[in-house]
């Protein structure tokens, strides 16, 4: 099974402020980067068993723009869940874990923030995903997305190391094709 992973387009947010599953704004250059994913979708000429979107409006707006309205809505595509730690300055971080930054940026992978998720549920629930979408019989599909869902999609399939899901986010309305 191939699937097209489709990163969101910019956001309207300060760049210093962690937000994972919160709900944010896309950039005010949405039409024409939305756009140009449209393109390079209708470029690849290829039509999809099913299209998913993440319910988050940065995701479902994208698929709205390239066409694909009726996308299935799925919690397992939403973005990596910070907690508590949504929507505070990435430099508040180290106050809110443990007082320790260095201990953070270290072990982060490991840590269960409060009221978010480990890095190993995030793997899980698009792990289950993927499962699911195989046992449909699913040949080519197409998902709207985050950057750590791809990322986690690509270590899954063994094409990004583990320390990697949040170091080699792609860009802003990149799609990355990988066979499951």
Request: proline share 3%; glycine share 6%.
């Given at each position: 099974?191939?699937?097209?992973?489709?990163?969101?387009?910019?956001l309207?947010?300060?760049?210093?402020?962690?937000?994972?599953?919160?709900?944010?704004?896309?950039?005010?250059?949405?039409?024409?980067?939305?756009?140009?994913?449209?393109?390079?979708?209708d470029?690849?000429?290829?039509?999809?068993?099913?299209?998913?979107?993440?319910?988050?409006?940065?995701?479902?707006?994208?698929?709205?723009?390239?066409?694909?309205?009726?996308?299935?809505?799925?919690?397992?595509?939403?973005?990596?869940?910070?907690g508590?730690?949504?929507?505070?300055?990435?430099?508040?971080?180290?106050?809110?874990?443990?007082?320790?930054?260095?201990?953070?940026?270290?072990?982060?992978?490991?840590?269960?923030?409060?009221?978010?998720?480990?890095?190993?549920?995030?793997?899980?629930?698009?792990?289950?995903?993927?499962?699911?979408c195989k046992?449909?019989?699913?040949?080519?599909?197409?998902?709207?997305c985050?950057?750590g869902?791809?990322?986690?999609?690509q270590?899954?399939?063994?094409?990004?190391?583990?320390?990697?899901?949040?170091?080699?986010?792609?860009?802003?309305?990149?799609?990355?094709?990988i066979?499951?």
């Amino acid at each position: 099974m191939t699937i097209d992973w489709i990163r969101h387009t910019s956001l309207s947010i300060d760049p210093i402020l962690c937000y994972g599953q919160t709900d944010v704004p896309v950039s005010k250059n949405f039409e024409r980067e939305a756009e140009q994913v449209k393109q390079k979708l209708d470029a690849l000429e290829h039509r999809y068993d099913a299209s998913f979107t993440s319910p988050l409006s940065r995701a479902t707006l994208l698929a709205d723009y390239c066409g694909y309205g009726d996308a299935i809505r799925d919690d397992r595509l939403m973005e990596f869940n910070f907690g508590s730690w949504e929507m505070r300055p990435w430099y508040d971080i180290s106050d809110l874990a443990l007082g320790d930054e260095n201990l953070w940026f270290a072990t982060w992978h490991q840590m269960e923030i409060p009221d978010g998720e480990t890095l190993q549920n995030m793997i899980l629930r698009v792990e289950e995903f993927i499962s699911s979408c195989k046992e449909k019989g699913y040949s080519h599909i197409i998902c709207f997305c985050h950057g750590g869902v791809i990322n986690t999609a690509q270590y899954i399939t063994g094409q990004i190391g583990y320390d990697d899901i949040f170091k080699l986010t792609p860009k802003h309305g990149e799609i990355i094709s990988i066979s499951h």
